[in-house]
């Protein structure tokens, strides 16, 4: 069972068109990570989220937790293919000695 | 600064063969981690240590044990390879307290 399921799992969109990546769960999480994975290398963290309902903005990538606490969601203004990478979500868990990774969206920004 | 190393970066194991991976950083952070990482499954913990000389059981530990003898070091040993152990492997590393892990450009083990 995962405890954060991202969706899509798979995204192919135009160069310049929007999109939004969701990640989900059914527990609260103290804060949420997204990370940008890409082919051949490990994750590189984008954001952290601490506030229910926080948004945060990282030039054209916008970040926003949930009021609850448990759900976020990743939306890329006028995509880039240097945007092309696997999007993961994260969460702390025991005491934040661990992290949970979400289920990931692959996504190709075509040119 | 090389932040997280990985050695070695690909490798080819037959059913029954032992081997270990080599996670070093250079940070000087408390605690440290290892990952595997397989299609549709994002990314799942397998040991982890908060510390030079502790280690931790993760969501994903049967078949693998690992080593922290130094605090820059953290080894993932594999006994007896077995076909499902086929993934890529990443280590992993951050300052006590932090949220944002750094990550080695990881491990592809293919076990045949």
């Known amino acids: 069972t995962q405890l954060l399921e991202q969706s899509p799992q798979f995204l192919s969109i135009q160069e310049g068109e929007n999109l939004t990546v969701y990640c989900n769960s059914s527990?609260?999480?103290?804060?949420l990570q997204w990370y940008r994975q890409e082919p051949g290398e490990g994750p590189v963290l984008l954001v952290t989220v601490v506030t229910g309902g926080e948004v945060k903005k990282l030039k054209r990538l916008t970040f926003q937790f949930g009021d609850a606490r448990k759900d976020s969601s990743l939306h890329i203004t006028a995509a880039q293919p240097g945007d092309t990478g696997l999007y993961l979500c994260?969460?702390?868990?025991?005491?934040?000695?661990?992290?949970?990774f979400g289920t990931g969206t692959s996504l190709t920004v075509i040119p | 600064n090389a932040g997280v190393t990985q050695t070695p970066k690909f490798r080819v194991l037959k059913t029954g063969q032992s081997m270990t991976l080599l996670c070093a950083q250079d940070m000087n952070h408390e605690y440290m981690y290892w990952y595997r990482q397989d299609p549709g499954m994002g990314l799942r913990l397998i040991h982890y240590?908060?510390?030079?000389?502790?280690?931790a059981k993760g969501e994903v530990p049967d078949g693998y044990n690992v080593s922290r003898l130094k605090k820059q070091n953290f080894l993932l040993g594999l006994e007896s390879a077995a076909p499902s152990q086929t993934s890529v492997y990443f280590c992993a590393s951050k300052i006590g307290g932090g949220y944002e892990q750094y990550f080695g450009p990881g491990t592809r083990l293919t076990v045949t």
């Open positions: 527990s609260v999480f103290s804060s």
């Open positions: 240590s908060v510390g030079e000389g502790t280690t």
């Open positions: 994260a969460g702390p868990f025991n005491t934040g000695n661990q992290f949970y």
